[in-house]
């Protein structure tokens, strides 16, 4: 991991790799393997070791219908994580929406804040405009406690752009630099599996508005939901590595700036592949400017001129887009008659604050 922090975000046409560490003794996908820091460091650096190219560390569950731990708890999860890897020399991404974590995590060396609420804490912005780290603004529409109960659309695809463009609007007005910000659909987050599906098929939409995207499909339950086999009902999330490895080529091949995986090795060799076939066998040479990556404050993204993933016709995820609500970017922005005001899930009578701490 020889890049430094600053280029994090330049194009260079290869997609990153985000290696998870959950260091929780809940997470679907990984929970109660990294609770000891010292198998959660191993982990991380194996990761940087097998291509990772930086390390997201949580220390709280998101899974659906998870309660939220105390803040002391989180941060006694992830900082000694956070530390040890950064001295070791990592780029490491903190997982978490809190802004005590996220302060004290920057301090021992994370230059990434993840930011699963979708930017609901002020406070939180705040600390990220002032340490002038990057950071990921992710789709959701509230606390995993009952975030099933929001996955409700009528057009998931211009639904989600739209939020999304909102919420960037509000990350940029609160002091961030929209050069730092890396958006997410947050795949699983209040959405079915169709909803995840017409999300993936349409990433261009998402990419329309400018910046770069990561994109976290690893282990999650939609890919069990399309393995599943006769009665025995969906494929366990330790046996979705090798689908999650279909999504990572099909998403690097659209020009995703990251993939957030638990299997480092072969998501780092899809990459690697899928940027050979672009390049017409060269491999590892240097890589070039020409590829269609989504660039990093190109209104409009740059994925474009690459053929399209077979888009099929969308179905049980809302009508066909096309009614001009979706894309926009920063500075354009859907119109404002279609801006939620209070964004879904930062507020409301039923919701446990994501700001609670
Ligand atoms: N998914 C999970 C947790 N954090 N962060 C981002 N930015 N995007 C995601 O899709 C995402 C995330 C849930 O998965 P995990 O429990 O395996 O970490």
Known sequence: MSATVDDLLEPDGVTKVMGVVNVTPDSFSDGGTFLDPVDAVRAGLRMVDEGADLIDVGGESTRPGASRVVASEEM????????????????????????????AA????????????GGCDPDLLALVADRGVHYVLMHARGPSVDMSSRAVYGDVVS????????????VVAAGVAPERVILDPGIGFAKTAAHNW??????????????????????????????AAGDAGARPSDERDDATQATTALL??????????????????????????????????????????????????????????GA??????GPARGTGRSGGSVESGPGRRDRPTAPPGCAGEREVPWSAR
């Open 76 to 103: 006694r999860r992830v900082l000694p994580v956070v530390a040890e890897l950064a001295a070791a020399g990592v780029r490491v991404s903190v997982d978490t929406s809190r802004v005590s974590v996220a302060a």
């Open 106 to 117: 920057v301090d021992a060396g994370a230059v990434l804040v993840n930011d699963v609420s």
């Open 159 to 170: 639904e989600v752009t739209a939020e999304l463009a909102a919420r960037l609007e509000v």
């Open 198 to 227: 017409a999300l993936l098929n349409n990433i261009d939409a998402l990419a329309a508005l400018g910046r770069p995207l990561l994109v976290g499909t690893s282990r999650k339950s939609f890919l069990g939901t399309v393995l």
């Open 252 to 309: 690097a091949a659209a020009g995703v700036w990251a993939v957030r995986v638990h299997a480092v090795r072969p998501a780092a060799d899809a990459v690697r592949v899928v940027r050979a076939w672009r390049q017409g066998g060269a491999g590892d040479a240097a890589p070039t400017a020409s590829l269609p990556v989504v660039l990093p404050g190109t209104a409009g993204g740059s994925v474009g001129h690459r053929p399209r993933l």
């Open 312 to 317: 099929a016709p969308r179905t049980g995820a």
